[in-house]
């Protein structure tokens, strides 16, 4: 990290600033808008190495941002060529929600929940509404802003949907979060392979770890079996005709609501509605939003006073400070947290007791966070990691096994430079 | 990046970057489309559907509204943009197929012309063979290279704006809303659609939204089969189309019709012996 000079430009308008993470595709590093001040992510896409000229990856998530204007969207704010490679300038975001929900430390009240699982579906409604399938939504695709936005981001597996003929392919999203339709291996299917995988990412809030963890497209669905039993022909009607449709062995439904007992009766309603096997009976996103849940006490909470992880303080050639005027709307930080570079992650241990039951206090236990503590007992509370100089998180596990078989993981996953 | 999709008429007629190099408007209209039917011949050949085809013309059009044709040449331009409109409506053809088809006349000619300058035995089929297959290797790898340049230079100019609103959705919507009998829907839908396949090649789609189009499109089509339109401006306040900007596409279209007489429309017009039917505003 020490090599990058800290005063390169780029095409004369970006002040280059440290490497967040580096991709299948291309770097990804920190700069600062000479025009504006504000602090955006870079993804520097190499171009010149690839045969068939700029990637369509890159293309289709340029056009589609274009279209995707919305507080609960990354903003595209720039995209330009140089020296051969293609820099897609983003609005920058301090952490995702996969460090979230890893972050024992961080504690999530219902409320909190509520309003991240809301601005979760916020985004995708407006994707929906404007014929655009994400289809890969997983919680370290939605970014968190510095006022504690949530945002959708890698749209390089989105496509519109709409012409009922199209044909995709069913190899998208994350496994753990595909829908069974898609294991199934049908090439027709909709907004509700979001939805499904909108439901994942609300029982892993709730859990506090993946809900659904196959080892392969079979096991997936054997995981999804196990909890919610074998669907029945009256249940998915169409099941046995899609194309990769084998026959399981029964299954009855697990005790799930046990399982999610720290869910209220409304949240468990909803997530079992997003749950849904048959794609055409299960909810819209747009249904989800108005379901009662989110009228129903406790109200989701402000985004701004949400827990995130406790940033850490920016290395010593850092300017980054020195370029933070005022104005620059929504983006940029306050000067406090502009110094800070990335949350730090806890590393995920696998079976981390869920101990993070949460209760109404909450509030009172987060304003007395950072009074001490060991580091590796899961503390109930919110606390500033940066004064035990913690090292650098793993990877969580989550991508390795998707990796290869997305061919690819688009940046912004904020990793920790060495 | 934010730059305008649209332009004046006086900005493409008089202000426009060929204007500036010499070009008149004439010329560029000319050029305008010989570039459409490069891109329609290519895309048919690489059996693209109609909408990438579509959406290649409209890339290429916003690239000539901020480029001169005097600094890029517009086969290089239009065969780079069939390749970005592939990727971009995900119908993808592999720059070598692009490649090929583009220029296989001109790689069997520069083969020929070099053959003949290295003296190689036409006759000798190994001999032949292996000159061959060494100039396809080098002038397929230039004129990849080539087009890979003008794919970042198009993709530079627009400002990155790929996404492409064409006429259709609308033409149908303006179809539905006015008639309900199939046998005029039927006719009125052919002539309308083959007048928005020829405005598709002018700069008319670089001046009004795709709403405009295809509504001017649809009455200028009722007014040459005679087809009543309901009266008052209700219908198009439905369509969201402002009645005073559609009149003046409509103007437009009338006088390039006049002018220009598409092949389509004329057999259409005539096959239902209307073609004594003046065009001029009813």
């Known amino acids: ?418 | 990046m934010s730059r305008s999709r649209y332009f004046t008429r006086r900005e493409l007629e008089r202000n426009s970057p060929s204007r500036r190099d010499g070009i008149t408007v004439g010329k560029e209209s000319k050029l305008r489309s010989q570039y459409c039917s490069h891109i329609q011949q290519i895309g048919q050949k690489l059996r693209l559907p109609h909408l990438t085809i579509a959406t290649a013309i409209m890339l290429c059009h916003r690239f000539y509204a901020r480029q001169s044709h005097a600094k890029n040449c517009w086969h290089t331009v239009a065969s780079s943009c069939i390749l970005l409109a592939s990727k971009v409506q995900d119908t993808p053809r592999s720059l070598s197929d692009v490649v090929s088809v583009v220029y296989c006349r001109e790689i069997q000619d520069r083969i020929t012309s070099l053959m003949m300058k290295h003296k190689i035995n036409p006759h000798d089929v190994r001999e032949r063979d292996e000159f061959c297959e060494k100039i396809v290797k080098i002038l397929r790898r230039e004129k990849k290279e080539l087009i890979l340049a003008a794919e970042m230079i198009v993709l530079k100019t627009i400002g990155f704006d790929l996404d492409v609103e064409l006429p259709y959705k609308a033409l149908v919507a303006a179809l539905k809303r006015l008639t309900t009998d199939d046998k005029i829907t039927g006719l009125l839908t052919e002539v309308a659609w083959s007048l928005v396949e020829e405005w598709l090649k002018t700069s008319l789609c670089l001046q009004y939204k795709p709403k405009y189009i295809a509504v001017g499109s649809v009455v200028v089509a009722a007014r040459v089969l005679n087809v009543k339109l309901p009266a008052g401006d209700k219908w198009l306040e439905e369509l969201g189309v402002l009645p005073e900007r559609l009149d003046e596409v409509i103007r437009w279209m009338q006088s390039k019709l006049c002018k220009v007489k598409t092949r389509e429309v004329i057999s259409f017009v005539s096959f239902y012996e209307i073609t004594t039917r003046p065009l001029e505003k009813g």
């Open chain 1, 1 to 418: 990290m020490g090599e990058v000079d800290s005063s390169k430009k780029v095409a004369d308008r970006y002040l280059k600033r440290e490497v967040l993470g580096e991709g299948t595709y291309g770097v990804v590093y920190k700069a600062i808008d000479t025009h504006t001040g504000q602090t955006v992510a870079i993804k520097k896409i190499r171009v010149g190495k690839q045969k068939e000229g700029v990637n369509v990856t890159a293309l289709r998530e340029i056009k589609l941002l274009k279209e995707l204007k919305d507080p609960n969207i990354i903003e595209l704010i720039d995209a330009f060529p140089h020296k051969g490679n293609l820099h897609l300038v983003f609005e920058f975001m301090e952490t995702d929600l996969e460090a979230v929900i890893r972050n024992h430390n961080i504690v999530l009240s219902p409320a909190d929940i509520k309003s991240y699982i809301q601005m979760t579906l916020k985004g995708l409604a407006f994707c929906h509404k404007k014929w655009v399938l994400h289809r890969d939504m997983k919680p370290n695709n939605l970014l968190i802003g510095p006022n504690g936005q949530l945002k959708l981001a890698d749209f390089g597996l989105a496509r519109v949907f709409g012409s009922p003929d199209r044909r995709f392919t069913h190899q998208v999203f994350a496994r753990w979060y595909r829908a069974p339709e898609l294991l199934f291996g049908t090439k027709q299917y909709g907004p509700g392979v979001d939805v499904w995988a909108a439901a994942c990412i609300f029982a892993e809030l709730l859990l506090r770890q993946p809900f659904l963890q196959g080892t392969s497209d079979i096991d997936q669905l054997g995981k999804i079996f196990a909890a919610f039993g074998t669907p029945t022909p009256s249940q998915w009607p169409d099941m046995v005709y899609l194309p990769d449709y084998v026959e399981y062995q029964y299954a009855p439904p697990s005790a799930l609501r046990k399982r999610f007992a720290m869910a209220s009766d409304d949240a468990f309603d909803l997530l079992s509605k997003m749950f849904t096997y048959d794609p055409k009976a299960r909810i819209s996103v747009q249904q989800a939003l108005e379901h009662r849940y989110f009228t129903s006490a406790p109200l989701p909470t402000d985004p701004d006073k949400l827990p995130r992880p406790a940033p850490k303080k920016e290395s010593s050639n850092s300017k980054a400070s020195d370029f933070n005027p005022n104005e620059g709307p929504t983006v940029l930080s306050p000067p406090r947290k502009s110094r800070r570079v990335m949350p730090e992650r806890v590393s995920f241990e696998g079976n981390a007791p869920q101990s993070d039951k949460v209760d109404d206090h909450v509030g009172d236990i987060r304003q007395a966070a950072g009074e001490s503590t060991s580091r590796n007992e899961p503390v109930p509370m919110s606390v500033d990691f940066s004064i035990f100089g913690a090292k650098p998180p793993n990877r969580p596990t989550i991508n390795s096994a998707d990796r290869t078989h997305l061919k690819r993981k688009l940046e912004l996953d904020f990793q920790q430079p060495e």
